[in-house]
T-cell receptor
């Protein structure tokens, strides 16, 4: 069974700190990995996607992928109160292009 | 880029009526669109995968005769909730995928009275 697991949190960090969000997946054949941010009452917003092992940086966000460990993470540097949201890890396995979501990690950045 | 719109953003309808929700990719073409439903404080639930020019693929437990999906063009998919009942009240969200990554519309909040 294809599963994506995240710590549900809540995770609290002070403003300006680095927030680290983690995700593991069970299907070793997974090939595409995504991080979405969802504010309460809103739809998910794509933050990062990563396909290859290693790090991918975009502004304050860095996605890290380790396929051998079946692990993907998201680092948010210089966290801001506006980063407070639920972060969803999602994975594509196989040819159906369907996303398998984790249950999400609720992040609170304290001013 | 990669903007997806939905219309309407919210709708209230009476039990037994039908409601149509439109999903458009504004700046890219999407051969595949997806429809999700989300209840309060719950995860996104995939309802169906919509492919342009072919029948939608519904997830287990989703009634295809109740949730009609039409993917008429590379930029438009519609979801029609037929004979709506109060238990259909939810947040319906579409997404479109130019490649593997999916971009979500803003969602449609449906309330059935």
């Amino acid at each position: 069974q294809k599963e994506v697991e995240q710590n549900s949190g809540p995770l609290s960090v002070p403003e300006g700190a680095i927030a680290s969000l983690n995700c593991t997946y069970s299907d070793r054949g997974s090939q595409s990995f995504f991080w979405y941010r969802q504010y309460s009452g809103k739809s998910p917003e794509l933050i990062m996607f990563i396909y290859s092992n290693g790090d991918k940086e975009d502004g304050r966000f860095t996605a890290q992928l380790n396929k051998a460990s079946q692990y993907v993470s998201l680092l948010i540097r210089d966290s801001q109160p506006s980063d407070s949201a639920t972060y969803l890890c999602a994975v594509i396995s196989g040819s159906a292009r369907q996303l398998t979501f984790g249950s999400g990690t609720q992040l609170t950045v304290l001013p | 880029g990669a903007v997806v719109s939905q219309h309407p953003s919210w709708v209230i309808c009476k039990s037994g009526t039908s409601v149509k929700i439109e999903c458009r990719s504004l700046d890219f073409q999407a051969t595949t669109m997806f429809w999700y439903r989300q209840f309060p404080k719950q995860s996104l639930m995939l309802m169906a995968t919509s492919n342009e020019g072919s029948k939608a693929t519904y997830e287990q437990g989703v009634e295809k005769d109740k949730f009609l999906i039409n993917h008429a063009s590379l930029t438009l998919s519609t979801l029609t909730v037929t004979s709506a009942h109060p238990e259909d009240s939810s947040f319906y969200i579409c997404s479109a995928a130019p490649r593997d990554e999916q971009y979500f519309g803003p969602g449609t909040r449906l309330t059935v009275t």
